[in-house]
């Protein structure tokens, strides 16, 4: 069994310092095999607030936590234009980490993120052609039985928050080729700072059968029609479950959980058992 924590869009120079607490508290108390943020460490790709982010993701791996990350549209500078086309993620790859495509393997887990951040875009992402094909060499290389999660700061479909529509991913047809091609079972993005998890068939017809799993904001100030939280992906056998741990005042506690399983070449989702009497 693994379980990761997935976090998303801390937006560190608008945040909740009562937030990062309850993060730092409630991932000691989950004692996850990974930490995965899904992009935009900062709000405005500002020296300070990457080193607030850095100072959180130090505290974590000084605790004994491994941590995957990829950075945000927000990771890149808006306003400094020189920055942001000469050298758009320079202070992520040194307050964050260098690679931008960063991999980690884990009994039975794959874990590969990649940068959908564009400076010609101001909120869009997309992926290369070049990116398409080190999904596919990455994953080949990774066992057959392990379930193999790509991680990436857009979402690769489009997806409704309220009366909002977000849009897919550019170059999406190539990324769908992609994490077919590579047998990707999971997709773990941020972005839109709403939770939520997907069978991909339901999203577009020929995607296959790829967990998406969406995260909200874990410690920003700006919410989109849902409070601050994260999720808890836990893996076991052919099972998946998503746990979606919201922030209540005081803490961030569970308060949805969707289970499901492997079954003819997709997720299903299980039924959510009856509460007691």
């Excluded at 928050?161 to 990707?184: F, K, N, P, S």
Aim: overall charge negative; hydrophobic content about 40%.
């Amino acid at each position: 069994m693994a379980r990761i924590v997935h976090l998303s869009d801390l937006h560190f120079g608008a945040h909740d310092e009562q937030l990062v607490e309850g993060v730092d508290w409630a991932v000691d108390e989950l004692k996850p095999d990974l930490v995965v943020v899904s992009g935009d460490f900062t709000q405005r790709a500002r020296t300070e607030q990457f080193r607030e982010a850095c100072a959180f993701l130090e505290g974590l791996r000084d605790r004994g936590h491994e941590v995957l990350g990829v950075p945000g549209n927000h990771d890149v500078p808006l306003y400094d234009v020189l920055r942001r086309f000469l050298s758009p993620l320079a202070r992520y790859r040194r307050f964050i980490d260098e690679t931008l495509c960063p991999f980690i393997e884990m009994p039975g887990v794959a874990v590969l993120g990649i940068n959908t951040a564009r400076s010609l875009t101001f909120k869009e992402g997309r992926v290369s052609e070049d990116q398409v094909e080190f999904i596919r060499e990455t994953f080949a290389h990774t066992p057959q039985e392990a379930v193999r999660i790509l991680v990436t700061h857009h979402p690769l479909f489009a997806l409704a928050v309220g009366d909002e529509v977000q849009r897919a991913i550019g170059r999406q047809e190539l990324a769908l080729d992609a994490i077919e091609d590579a047998g990707v079972d999971m997709l773990l993005a941020g972005h839109m700072h709403h939770a939520s998890s997907h069978d991909a068939g339901d999203l577009v017809t020929r995607a296959g059968g790829t967990l998406v799993v969406q995260a909200g904001t874990a410690t920003s100030t700006r919410v989109r029609e849902q409070e601050q939280s994260f999720n808890v992906v836990d893996i076991a056998d052919d099972c998946v479950t998503i746990t979606v741990h919201v922030w209540k005042g005081d803490d961030f506690r569970p308060s949805d959980a969707q289970r499901y399983e492997w079954h003819e070449g997709r997720w299903k989702l299980l039924p959510t058992p009856e509460p007691a009497h």
